[in-house]
């Protein structure tokens, strides 16, 4: 049984225990996991919050070294790390793998930004008179996060959060508790005081609302559904506190006449499926010109009948399974509401058998769709795209933008004039072109707009928006 972390603690669960599953294979359990009860996340939060003033106030150093040694450590388990991701989520052992690696690299970027933060100095208008910009920790943090990068968003919440002087109340999602924990524990390892890293693993309505009601929490960072995402917003108006929301996408790849058509189709079925199509950044609307269409539908349809569906573990697999049986149900949902309203399953959407009983879903390509259907409105979430037919560009963008979301959207084209005016037209905060609408760098801020996003960008420097205010200072010399 893995236990909660309170006050530099670990303690096994005011509220029991619950079981972590392999949804590769229904008769592996990972472990139990500690569910913290709301009088254990409320001494999380006092722990926080008097961890809060000293860690504020830390050397620099201090928190580069923690930060770096974790990501040492990381780096160096990619692989039984990355198999224990890939066992509770069901992304297969390469992308395991991957995001284990890129949570150490996030770390690592983190621990240079503990010694790079400077502040600036400006002219005043009144002689003799200094002005100072300093940015100072934000204090008490909350991080609620999603199951489907289990590892990375955690790091890269937590690791910002650290380097910028604040200390953490952190609660993982239920689904996936193992990595969370994982990196909680190699974090505490690399030297954390007390207090500093809090992990309260359990429900959102329990743990989750608890730490949205106390009014000891100074921010909030979320990812995961609009619907729990407006409630964060809310509570944190409430409570005018800072918040910084990443939520669903419905992202569109627009494939014009003149893309070439193997980037295109590779594009395409890296950016809907692999990841098991379950990202936030996923390319789930295909929007394809006329003259290409046939063509592009038949090279997907080439690509994606090479794919393997199977056990996340298996090296010969190349997509994993749905992560849940909740997931899998919308997932089938869709589909099917999908096909009612006119769509053609050209590809896919069946439950394959395998050797273990899982979530396993073969990628489904829906053409004949048009934008008012549910399956281009609603965010899907798993290993299912759908195709929309448009005359030109101009249908192609307007098409792309007409939705609510704006996380990530997607050009292949070798028209330089159609790539400029997709980067500046296009509604999200995110643009690829003649790349897979999800796959970003470390280093550089990731996060959308419209109903995508609320708050500032999360990652690279950008990350000080949120974790740090900031504190104007005038000073006049004495005579
Ligand atoms: P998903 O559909 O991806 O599970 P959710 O938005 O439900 O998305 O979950 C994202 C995270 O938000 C999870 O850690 C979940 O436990 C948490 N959560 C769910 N409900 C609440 C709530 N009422 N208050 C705070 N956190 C919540």
Redesign the pocket.
Known sequence: MKPNLIDGAWRPGGAGAAPNVNPSDLSDRVDDYAQASAAEVDEAIAAAAAAAPGWARSDPLTRHDVLAKAAAEIAAREEDLGRLLSREEGKTLREGRAEVARAAQILSFFAGETLRQAGQILPSTRPGVGVEITREPLGVVGL?????FPMAIPAWKIAPAIAFGCTVVF?????TPGSAWALVEILHRAGLPPGVLNLAM????V??????DDPRIDG?S????????R??AA?CAGAMRRCQLE?GGKNPLVVLDDADLDTAAAAAVDGAFFGTGQRCTASSRLIVTERIHSRFVEACVQRLSRLRVGHALHSDTDIGPVASE??LAQNLDHLSVARAEGGVLRFGGDQPRRETEGYFLTPALITDTHPGMRINREET?GPIASVIRVRDYDEALATANATRFGLSAGICTSSLKYAADFKRNAEAGMVMVNLPTAGVDPHAPFGGRKASNLGPREQGGHAAEFFTVVKTSYTMPSA
């Open positions: 609620i996060t999603p199951w489907n609660k993982p999602a239920e689904l359990g429900p959102g309505a743990v989750g609302q608890r730490i949205l909030v979320f990812t995961g559904s609009l619907a729990t995402g409630r964060v509570a939520m909740a997931q979430f």
